[in-house]
């Protein structure tokens, strides 16, 4: 198994797909489960590349769920090899991708495979959600499939999401949640004038700077057992007009709440609104669309996936809900359990993209045991 995901991450990673473009990842990846057994349907809205494969019709239905689009490569003088020709060495698998994330699909076409030839008649369903466009805006991948998926009145029992999850070593880490995200942009209104008359006019950045301070120290939430308290961050202050004598006439903040289940977009909204309330500000805020958080509590998933490991890895895995969010946020709508899993994350979005070998002789072993444990 270990070469089979080897020479299959490889050939992702030499197919150079940066979101959204899939570069004909998903078609090598549908060749293969066609032969498995899976009927493979490509889903494809503007120019996002998309693949539901699912091969049974009963429950439960257990997914895995990744993508194919990478980031972009940066300066490629920095590369010790091309980013998008696979590189062997000291150990390690280095191209772009390598972790984020076509190790894991490689992983888990291989270890479908292997179950499908031990069990042909599994009970239940196996399916791979596969899209290009986790980098990018998120908007025509994950999210679309799961509207088609849940138009047709198709549920999934378990999802494992492969994104690099791993801190140390492989297994150590596991998702059983994300964090929520809500960003706005806040505009604070003044009135012009020259720096030199500061009482014929009304400076934006001095109204804001005691809200700010408030804002900065204020505690949103005190977390959960399973979430840290919800996080507020500052990304961008900006104003002025270019002339260093013009008081300016606005400031822009824009920021970011980073929040648990301890709170939700609405609650943060207003009490971030009251703050500038409070102050006397004239103020807008343009929020954008949140994405909620979710947890799937210990129950039949994470106990399959903890047991998987302990027996693959000789490795207790902790569970997390820190980090960015994932597709996970899209497909919690559809699936109940869900649980991300995947190799070391500390070169993903990094020159020099790498992933253990051993890795990839473990990865698919451990999705193995996984899927005889809840499907064999």
Same mark, same amino acid.
Request: avoid cysteine; charge should be negative; charged fraction near 15%.
């Given at each position: 198994m270990m070469n089979s995901a080897l020479d299959l991450a490889q050939e992702l990673i030499a197919r150079r797909s940066i979101t959204p473009d899939? %570069?004909?990842c998903q078609a090598l990846l549908a060749g293969r489960l066609a032969a498995a057994g899976f009927a493979c349907e490509r889903l494809p809205f503007g120019s996002v590349a998309n693949l539901w494969a699912r091969r049974g019709t009963t429950a439960p239905l257990l997914c895995f769920a990744g993508h194919t689009d990478v980031v972009p490569p940066g300066p490629l003088e920095q590369w010790h090899s091309d980013p998008f020709t696979p590189s062997i060495r000291d150990g390690r698998l280095y191209g772009r991708g390598a972790a984020?994330?076509?190790?894991a699909i490689a992983s888990f076409v291989v270890a479908v495979e292997a179950f499908v030839r031990e069990h042909p008649e599994h009970r239940g369903s196996i399916a791979l959600l596969i899209t290009s466009d986790e980098e990018g805006p998120s908007v025509d991948g994950t999210a679309r499939v799961v509207e088609q998926l849940r138009a047709r009145g198709e549920k999934i029992d378990f999802c494992i999401v492969g994104e690099p999850t791993s801190t140390e070593a492989l297994g150590d880490t596991i998702k059983n949640g994300r964090r929520g995200s809500l960003s706005g942009r &806040? +505009? #604070?209104r003044g009135r012009q004038g020259h720096i030199a008359y500061p009482q014929l006019a009304s400076n934006p950045i001095h109204l804001l700077a005691p809200a700010l301070a408030e804002l900065t120290t204020m505690q949103w939430d005190a977390g959960t057992e399973y979430f840290p308290p919800t996080s507020w961050q500052v990304s961008n202050i900006h104003a002025g007009t270019g002339a260093s004598n013009v008081i300016p006439d606005s400031v822009v903040l824009d920021f970011n709440f980073r929040f648990s289940t301890a709170s939700s977009a609405q609650s943060l909204r207003a009490r971030f609104e009251s703050v500038l309330e409070r102050h006397g500000l004239e103020f807008a805020v343009a929020w954008? #669309? /949140?994405s909620e958080p979710f @947890? +799937?509590?210990? %129950?039949? &998933?994470v106990r399959a996936v903890e047991a998987a490991i302990e027996a693959r890895v000789r490795r207790k895995p902790r569970l997390s809900t820190d980090g960015g969010t994932s597709d996970g946020r899209f497909i919690r709508t559809i699936c109940p359990q869900i649980v991300e899993l995947g190799v070391v994350n500390q070169s993903i979005h990094k020159i020099d993209e790498h992933v253990a070998l051993d890795a990839l002789e473990? &990865? /698919? @072993?451990i999705y193995l045991e996984i899927l005889r444990r809840l499907l064999g």
């Open positions: 899939d %570069a004909g984020d994330m076509k190790s &806040l +505009t #604070v954008t #669309v /949140p @947890l +799937t509590t210990p %129950a039949e &998933l473990q &990865l /698919p @072993l």
